[in-house]
């Protein structure tokens, strides 16, 4: 059998490249294939994850923690003490990726023109990034930068609504720990951009200043977490739940089941699409091949005629493919990578930044080519491409060699 | 005869153009199926969400919703209702009084939206009245009942049978002030309406805000929400005459618009990408054929045919080849969609939460002319513009290097 | 004759008892300003009032009895029209309770429910109470004065301080040459005006002079007014403590 291959494997390299603008059409089906397929799975994971935070990172994350009761009624009474001993455990542990605290509770903002309800966020700016895209949504001036920054955050629809602008002071009262009215002015420092009913609701402003205001301490109205494994959050909340059995610690499904829907959804459809992506290659590779072998049946009656056999000529032919499928899948991962990889991790969406932010994704997408997943289309689509060239290698071995010859 | 001349092309090679055929179907069948899905779920979302209390459309006065105030109100009520229930499409009108009011039970006191409403009508608009989990909703006959959200009722320490009290403001500044029977407790599952809504009856809420006879909107309803966004250009005339505003769904919900169309956009480049890469897979396929044909070609031309026709001959089979996969695709599509539409596919999980939510258990995807003509359309005009590519190759033949082509 | 704010200012101060030889080179504009506020409220009062609020489709008059403690506390009630006659509130610091003769019972204004608007009105608390924060959160100093009607009106030019929780840009309160507040202009943070009190007329209530007219202009609603008479008052009294709680809200003494 060595023999055999050694004898062929040689013959099939020769004959690839003996009539180049044949192979090439192939290989630009393989190339283009694979590229694509690349492609596609970099953009809707890079899209997916800045999506789901569309409906998720706004403020839901993947889960949340709170006091008993915070649920019903999300005011100041329901709160709860900083995270420490077990809870802090397992939140820096490796079942949590990331959390962030966050004091929540209703206010009313007041301009010289206007007064509104809305609901006073004080935030931790850098845990706050980690689990949110909103940090990421500023439209102008900019986003808070330490839990001690007395800026406030609004909608851009807010300021528009209260007839302000950046710069500008406002007033936000609340009702403070001990019961009684709590008052502030804040410098409007940034203007955020998302779904409207979001740029209407939320004000935000730095942990401790809000904890200052209402009078805290170091208390807490939620805490925002990512779990480590982004598929299944259940263990995380598990680790959680037992850590601090009198908090209530929700998933995003529950807090947000609409989403979880369109999750489900999506999932379904990245896999019925890798699907035909493959499908659509397979159909392009017996395609070009069958004509490709048309072309050279002269030449297989020749090599039959030599004395090659039958099963040899589709050996010969499939191991021509194997190589072709191989250049090719190392060309189309190279040009996938020499796509994403100058991206650097981060993409901006220039002109459509813009709307993009306002509709609740981050003006910036982060694509990644993972190895892991280049690796795999790679085999998949080499392994396609060796049992789409069965057909065209079998209807290689049945020309007739007399028959073959005799076409001038 | 030329068309005759490319049919025949196309068949001197079946399993080429078969398989040809075969991916361009593969890829119409399944943007059918696709986007007819899209279409299914999104509006299912739509109207799920509408459902709850919005309704699919609003008559409301101008510049109510910036500024929901007791001092603006829809005149003659009674007009409107009647001419809006007699458009085909729109079954349901309920006229509403939205007002602001503090309500207190024992030594608690929370700042809760009051809607009068009409029990017998607002069934048909609101999936409250259906998300009674206590008690019962209100009646035709019930004057001074009133419903609430659990939460709400939680935070208030109130059960069914308790009174409940109200006090605001009504229309001018006066004082509104009420003590109603609280007859039943509804859960929507959206902690934010589960916790800030009382409904009552409409008479009641008119006497007790100084509106007696108006109302401050009318919510709008019927079999689905596109009966209703059709019959939008009759019930804006309505409501100019009226000297109101209508508000279609985008307006009352603005921020689900927002999110579909982004889904929608994010969604179509996906579905254009994969409409490019069967083109690209189609044309490459063709101009190795144009390529392999050139002694044919070559013949052709010394028969005396131009190569502007040869070129058009080319592009047709193309074309000719690219329609037949479509209507073969689009019809297997239709097909299979339109079974699903039936039966509806089952996503694990959306069965334990759907009914909270109003939502059916299953999706249904919705054939409509958007989601079946996109795909056939797209590829069609790619493959007239990539046609071009074989058809230069043609251009550029010679007759005599033609015939003399080796393999 | 141009009218000379130091001289006039000078001998206001003699005239008030302070010491010529200790005439400050700095105006005391806090304390003028302090003296208009204490002759509109004094430490307690008890007025009545009568409210009307405009607007572009209505007018409603409404009339009421106002007794007052410090800035903080007050117990209003309402005697007309019939629709609102009996209804009460009563305020003692940040906290708000609403009692209604129909419901016959006493309702804690929630938190959430806080609104800057007095009773619908045009006017805030603050502006009626005249509260502290005028005096404390800015610094003043004199603007140009003018004579209307036989008498000098200074204008005392409020500027919020750094830091300061409050949300107007500048605000100006004309204060008469006998210490009666004669208006009051709210500038936004862009020095435009936002809302413009004017005293359309002064006289002598409760043994001072009083702008016993009021009326309240949000500039950027033309049609809309609110204007409080005060018909009668009676400053500086005794008034028992046990009137500002909430059993003297359900059950008025008369």
């Given at each position: 059998?060595?023999a055999?291959l050694?004898?062929?494997?040689?013959?099939?390299?020769?004959n690839?490249?003996?009539?180049p603008r044949?192979?090439l059409?192939t290989?630009?089906v393989?190339?283009?294939?694979?590229?694509?397929?690349l492609?596609?799975?970099?953009?809707?994971?890079a899209?997916a994850?800045?999506?789901?935070q569309q409906?998720?990172r706004?403020?839901?994350?993947?889960?949340?923690?709170?006091?008993?009761g915070?649920?019903?009624?999300p005011?100041i009474d329901h709160?709860?003490?900083?995270?420490t001993?077990r809870?802090g455990?397992?939140?820096?542990?490796?079942a949590?990726?990331?959390w962030?605290p966050r004091?929540?509770v209703?206010?009313?903002?007041?301009?010289?023109?206007?007064?509104r309800a809305?609901?006073?966020?004080?935030?931790?700016?850098?845990?706050?990034?980690?689990v949110?895209d909103l940090?990421?949504?500023?439209l102008?001036g900019?986003?808070l930068?330490?839990p001690?920054?007395?800026?406030?955050?609004?909608?851009?629809?807010?300021?528009r609504?209260?007839k302000?602008r950046?710069?500008?002071?406002?007033i936000?009262?609340?009702?403070?720990?001990?019961?009684?009215?709590?008052?502030?002015g804040f410098?409007?420092v940034?203007?955020?951009g998302?779904?409207?009913?979001a740029?209407?609701?939320?004000v935000?402003?730095?942990?401790a200043r809000?904890?200052?205001?209402?009078g805290?301490g170091?208390?807490?109205?939620e805490i925002?977490?990512d779990?480590?494994?982004r598929?299944?959050?259940?263990p995380?909340?598990?680790?959680l739940a037992?850590?601090?059995?009198?908090l209530?610690v929700?998933?995003?499904?529950?807090?947000?089941?609409?989403?979880f829907?369109i999750e489900?959804l999506?999932s379904a459809y990245?896999?019925?699409?890798?699907?035909?992506?493959?499908?659509l290659?397979?159909?392009?590779?017996?395609?070009?091949q069958?004509m490709?072998v048309f072309?050279?049946r002269?030449e297989f009656?020749?090599?039959?005629?030599l004395?090659?056999r039958?099963?040899q000529i589709?050996?010969l032919v499939?191991?021509e493919?194997?190589?072709?499928m191989?250049?090719g899948?190392a060309?189309?991962?190279?040009?996938g990578?020499?796509?994403?990889?100058?991206l650097?991790?981060?993409?901006?969406?220039?002109p459509?930044?813009?709307?993009?932010?306002?509709y609740?994704?981050?003006?910036?997408?982060?694509?990644?080519?993972?190895?892991?997943?280049?690796?795999?289309?790679?085999?998949?689509?080499?392994?396609?491409g060796?049992?789409?060239?069965?057909?065209p290698?079998a209807?290689?071995?049945?020309a007739?060699?007399?028959?073959?010859?005799?076409?001038a | 005869?030329?068309l005759a001349l490319?049919w025949r092309?196309?068949w001197?090679?079946?399993?080429?153009?078969?398989l040809?055929m075969a991916a361009i179907?593969?890829?119409?069948?399944?943007l059918?199926l696709a986007l007819s899905?899209m279409?299914g779920?999104?509006?299912?979302?739509?109207?799920?969400?509408?459902?709850i209390?919005?309704g699919?459309?609003?008559?409301?006065?101008d510049?109510?919703?910036d500024?929901p105030?007791?001092?603006?109100?829809i005149?003659q009520?009674?007009v409107?209702?009647?001419?809006?229930?007699?458009l085909?499409?729109?079954?349901?009108a309920?006229?509403?009084?939205n007002?602001f009011?503090?309500l207190?039970?024992g030594?608690?006191?929370y700042g809760?939206?009051?809607?009068?409403?009409?029990p017998?009508?607002?069934?048909r608009?609101?999936?409250?009245?259906?998300?009674?989990?206590?008690?019962r909703?209100?009646?035709a006959?019930d004057?001074?009942?009133?419903?609430?959200?659990?939460?709400?009722a939680?935070n208030?320490?109130l059960?069914?049978?308790?009174?409940?009290t109200?006090?605001?403001?009504?229309?001018?500044?006066a004082s509104?002030?009420?003590v109603?029977?609280?007859?039943?407790?509804?859960?929507?599952?959206?902690?934010?309406?589960d916790?800030?809504i009382l409904?009552?009856?409409l008479?009641?809420a008119?006497?007790?805000f100084g509106?007696?006879?108006?109302v401050?909107?009318i919510?709008l309803a019927?079999?689905s929400?596109?009966?209703?966004?059709?019959?939008?250009?009759?019930l804006?005339?309505?409501a100019l005459?009226a000297?109101?505003?209508?508000?279609?769904w985008s307006?009352?919900e603005?921020g689900?618009?927002e999110?579909?169309k982004l889904?929608y956009a994010?969604a179509?480049?996906f579905?254009?990408?994969?409409?490019?890469?069967?083109?690209?897979?189609?044309l490459?396929t063709l101009?190795?054929?144009?390529l392999?044909r050139?002694?044919?070609?070559?013949v052709?031309l010394?028969l005396?045919?131009?190569?502007?026709?040869?070129g058009?001959?080319?592009w047709l089979?193309l074309?000719l080849m690219?329609a037949?996969?479509?209507?073969?695709g689009v019809?297997?599509?239709?097909?299979?969609t339109?079974w699903?539409?039936?039966?509806?596919v089952?996503?694990?999980g959306l069965?334990?939460?759907?009914?909270?939510f109003?939502?059916?258990?299953?999706l249904?995807?919705s054939l409509?002319?958007?989601s079946?003509?996109?795909?056939?359309t797209?590829?069609?005009?790619c493959?007239?513009?990539?046609g071009?590519?074989?058809?230069?190759r043609?251009m550029r033949?010679?007759?005599?290097?033609?015939?003399r082509?080796?393999? | 004759?141009?009218f000379?704010?130091?001289?006039?200012l000078?001998?206001?101060?003699i005239?008030t008892?302070v010491p010529?030889?200790v005439?400050?080179?700095q105006p005391d504009?806090e304390?003028?300003?302090?003296?208009?506020?204490?002759n509109?409220?004094a430490?307690?009062?008890?007025?009545?009032?009568?409210?009307?609020?405009?607007r572009?489709?209505?007018?409603?008059?409404?009339?009421?009895?106002?007794?007052?403690?410090?800035?903080?506390?007050a117990?209003?009630?309402?005697t007309?029209?019939?629709?609102?006659a009996g209804?009460?509130?009563l305020k003692?610091?940040?906290?708000t309770w609403?009692?209604?003769?129909?419901?016959?019972q006493?309702?804690k204004?929630?938190?959430?429910?806080l609104a800057?608007?007095?009773?619908g009105s045009?006017?805030t608390y603050e502006?009626?109470?005249k509260?502290?924060?005028?005096i404390?959160?800015f610094?003043?100093s004199?603007?140009?004065?003018?004579t209307?009607g036989?008498?000098g009106i200074w204008t005392v030019?409020?500027?919020?301080k750094?830091?300061?929780?409050?949300?107007?840009?500048r605000i100006?309160?004309?204060?008469?040459d006998?210490?009666?507040i004669a208006?009051?202009t709210?500038?936004d943070q862009d020095?435009?005006?936002?809302?413009?009190?004017?005293?359309d007329r002064?006289?002598?209530l409760?043994?001072r002079n009083?702008p016993v007219?009021?009326?309240m202009?949000p500039?950027?609603e033309p049609a809309?007014?609110?204007?409080?008479?005060?018909?009668?008052?009676?400053f500086?009294?005794?008034l028992p403590?046990?009137?500002f709680t909430?059993?003297?809200?359900?059950?008025?003494?008369s």
């Amino acid at each position: 059998m060595n023999a055999i291959l050694g004898l062929l494997g040689p013959l099939a390299w020769r004959n690839l490249w003996r009539n180049p603008r044949r192979t090439l059409f192939t290989l630009a089906v393989v190339v283009v294939g694979v590229w694509s397929i690349l492609l596609f799975d970099v953009a809707i994971k890079a899209v997916a994850e800045n999506g789901k935070q569309q409906s998720l990172r706004l403020l839901t994350g993947e889960g949340q923690i709170h006091a008993a009761g915070y649920l019903d009624d999300p005011n100041i009474d329901h709160r709860m003490p900083a995270p420490t001993g077990r809870l802090g455990a397992v939140l820096t542990g490796p079942a949590v990726l990331a959390w962030a605290p966050r004091v929540r509770v209703p206010a009313v903002i007041e301009s010289e023109y206007r007064t509104r309800a809305v609901t006073f966020l004080g935030v931790a700016p850098g845990a706050e990034a980690k689990v949110s895209d909103l940090p990421g949504q500023i439209l102008a001036g900019r986003y808070l930068r330490a839990p001690g920054d007395d800026g406030l955050v609004i909608g851009a629809d807010m300021a528009r609504r209260l007839k302000t602008r950046l710069g500008k002071r406002v007033i936000l009262m609340t009702q403070g720990a001990d019961g009684r009215l709590a008052e502030a002015g804040f410098t409007v420092v940034g203007l955020f951009g998302n779904v409207r009913p979001a740029q209407d609701e939320f004000v935000f402003t730095g942990l401790a200043r809000a904890q200052a205001l209402l009078g805290l301490g170091g208390d807490l109205s939620e805490i925002s977490f990512d779990a480590a494994n982004r598929r299944d959050p259940a263990p995380a909340t598990r680790a959680l739940a037992e850590a601090a059995p009198n908090l209530e610690v929700d998933t995003w499904m529950s807090l947000s089941p609409l989403a979880f829907t369109i999750e489900s959804l999506s999932s379904a459809y990245v896999a019925v699409w890798l699907t035909i992506m493959f499908v659509l290659m397979a159909i392009g590779i017996v395609n070009t091949q069958l004509m490709a072998v048309f072309e050279r049946r002269r030449e297989f009656g020749l090599i039959q005629a030599l004395g090659l056999r039958p099963a040899q000529i589709v050996l010969l032919v499939t191991l021509e493919s194997g190589l072709l499928m191989g250049v090719g899948v190392a060309l189309g991962v190279m040009a996938g990578y020499a796509t994403v990889l100058p991206l650097g991790g981060h993409l901006d969406m220039g002109p459509f930044a813009g709307a993009m932010e306002r509709y609740g994704f981050g003006g910036v997408l982060r694509p990644t080519l993972d190895l892991g997943d280049a690796a795999a289309v790679g085999v998949i689509v080499w392994s396609l491409g060796l049992v789409a060239a069965l057909w065209p290698a079998a209807s290689a071995a049945r020309a007739s060699p007399i028959l073959a010859m005799s076409e001038a | 005869m030329l068309l005759a001349l490319t049919w025949r092309n196309l068949w001197r090679r079946p399993q080429r153009t078969l398989l040809s055929m075969a991916a361009i179907a593969l890829v119409n069948a399944l943007l059918v199926l696709a986007l007819s899905f899209m279409v299914g779920v999104y509006g299912t979302m739509k109207e799920t969400t509408l459902r709850i209390f919005d309704g699919y459309a609003q008559f409301q006065p101008d510049g109510w919703g910036d500024d929901p105030s007791l001092d603006r109100d829809i005149g003659q009520p009674q007009v409107l209702l009647e001419r809006a229930r007699r458009l085909s499409g729109v079954t349901t009108a309920s006229p509403r009084v939205n007002a602001f009011a503090i309500l207190a039970h024992g030594d608690r006191s929370y700042g809760a939206a009051v809607v009068g409403v009409e029990p017998a009508i607002e069934g048909r608009i609101s999936s409250i009245p259906g998300a009674i989990r206590e008690g019962r909703y209100l009646a035709a006959s019930d004057s001074d009942t009133a419903i609430l959200g659990e939460l709400l009722a939680r935070n208030l320490g109130l059960k069914v049978g308790d009174r409940v009290t109200l006090l605001g403001a009504g229309r001018e500044q006066a004082s509104a002030a009420d003590v109603l029977t609280v007859v039943g407790l509804y859960r929507t599952g959206i902690p934010d309406l589960d916790r800030s809504i009382l409904e009552m009856p409409l008479g009641r809420a008119q006497d007790d805000f100084g509106m007696q006879g108006l109302v401050t909107t009318i919510a709008l309803a019927g079999p689905s929400l596109d009966g209703v966004n059709r019959q939008l250009p009759a019930l804006r005339a309505m409501a100019l005459s009226a000297g109101v505003s209508v508000l279609d769904w985008s307006a009352l919900e603005p921020g689900l618009d927002e999110q579909i169309k982004l889904k929608y956009a994010s969604a179509l480049q996906f579905y254009f990408t994969l409409v490019a890469v069967v083109a690209f897979i189609t044309l490459n396929t063709l101009l190795m054929s144009v390529l392999e044909r050139t002694r044919e070609f070559g013949v052709l031309l010394a028969l005396g045919m131009r190569p502007g026709q040869i070129g058009t001959m080319v592009w047709l089979e193309l074309l000719l080849m690219s329609a037949l996969g479509c209507v073969a695709g689009v019809a297997a599509g239709a097909a299979v969609t339109f079974w699903l539409a039936q039966q509806g596919v089952a996503i694990p999980g959306l069965d334990k939460i759907a009914p909270q939510f109003g939502m059916p258990s299953r999706l249904y995807p919705s054939l409509t002319p958007f989601s079946v003509l996109t795909a056939p359309t797209a590829i069609l005009v790619c493959m007239l513009i990539g046609g071009l590519a074989p058809f230069a190759r043609v251009m550029r033949l010679k007759p005599a290097d033609a015939v003399r082509t080796a393999r | 004759m141009r009218f000379s704010v130091g001289i006039a200012l000078a001998g206001w101060l003699i005239g008030t008892g302070v010491p010529a030889a200790v005439a400050p080179a700095q105006p005391d504009v806090e304390g003028l300003l302090r003296r208009a506020f204490d002759n509109y409220r004094a430490t307690t009062s008890q007025n009545q009032i009568a409210m009307t609020i405009h607007r572009a489709a209505w007018e409603r008059r409404m009339q009421l009895t106002a007794q007052t403690r410090g800035t903080e506390d007050a117990l209003v009630r309402f005697t007309a029209p019939a629709q609102e006659a009996g209804s009460a509130t009563l305020k003692l610091g940040s906290e708000t309770w609403l009692f209604n003769p129909k419901l016959n019972q006493v309702i804690k204004l929630p938190g959430s429910m806080l609104a800057r608007s007095w009773m619908g009105s045009d006017f805030t608390y603050e502006d009626l109470a005249k509260s502290e924060s005028v005096i404390d959160d800015f610094t003043h100093s004199l603007g140009p004065g003018r004579t209307e009607g036989g008498h000098g009106i200074w204008t005392v030019v409020c500027t919020p301080k750094p830091g300061a929780a409050v949300v107007w840009g500048r605000i100006d309160i004309d204060v008469r040459d006998d210490g009666v507040i004669a208006g009051e202009t709210f500038f936004d943070q862009d020095l435009k005006p936002a809302r413009r009190m004017s005293v359309d007329r002064i006289a002598p209530l409760g043994g001072r002079n009083y702008p016993v007219s009021m009326t309240m202009h949000p500039s950027d609603e033309p049609a809309s007014w609110t204007r409080v008479e005060t018909s009668s008052a009676r400053f500086n009294i005794a008034l028992p403590s046990s009137l500002f709680t909430l059993s003297s809200l359900q059950n008025p003494r008369s």
